[in-house]
Nanobody
């Protein structure tokens, strides 16, 4: 059974950094791609960053490239999102998600963690 739990959200000021973590159970192998998504107030949920377990390749939304970094620990049970130079427009609920390799859809989702960036 796949379970994802996010940690690390909070209230920060513009320019600050924040690190989100996602504890994942049931996806500790290279058959899943992990992703971070976010949904801002009044906005659609959008992709932020993605990484396949066991591989070094990553992908990012244009809006966060150069500021956010997705990584996983060597035990492959935790996925992090390091967010630097935060902007007010980064304010959103951030979700950790997992999809089986070969599937077009992210099928498993965490409950989300709020990130608020004040100007």
């Amino acid at each position: 059974q796949v379970q994802l739990v996010e940690h690390g959200g909070g209230l920060v000021q513009a320019g600050d950094s924040l690190r989100l973590s996602c504890t994942a159970s049931g996806v500790t192998n290279s058959n899943y791609r992990m992703g971070w998504f976010r949904q801002g107030p009044g906005k659609e949920r959008e992709f932020v960053a993605g990484k396949r377990y066991g591989f070094s390749s990553t992908s990012y939304a244009e809006s966060v490239k150069g500021r956010f970094t997705i990584s996983r620990d060597y035990g492959q049970t935790t996925v992090q999102l390091q967010m630097n130079s935060l902007k007010p427009e980064d304010t959103a609920v951030y979700y950790c998600a997992a999809r089986p390799v070969g599937s077009p859809d992210y099928k498993f989702w965490g409950q989300g963690t709020q990130v608020t960036v004040s100007s």
